[in-house]
């Protein structure tokens, strides 16, 4: 089975507004659905040659609350370890 690990921009509701914000997934899926964000560029397969147990992103969540009920829950991607 493939996967593709995407970043790509959603609408998300931030502090009530929405906003257009990165989301990154890993889902799988077919080869012929893993593709290039950018026009006129060669894709490169590089099988790693072993099966990958895992996959660790960095993220930061931050809960706020307006008279003591939680009102906005926000991630921040810190980085790609």
Partial sequence: MRYAFTNVQEAVDY????????VAKLSATEDS????????VEMVSTP????????????????MAINGEPTYSNHFRSGWP
């Fill in 48 to 63: 790693v040659g072993e099966e990958i147990t895992s996959v660790k992103m960095v993220n930061e969540q931050q809960t």
């Fill in 15 to 22: 502090f009530g507004a929405t906003n257009d914000m990165a």
């Fill in 33 to 40: 659905m893993i593709k290039s964000a950018f026009k006129d």
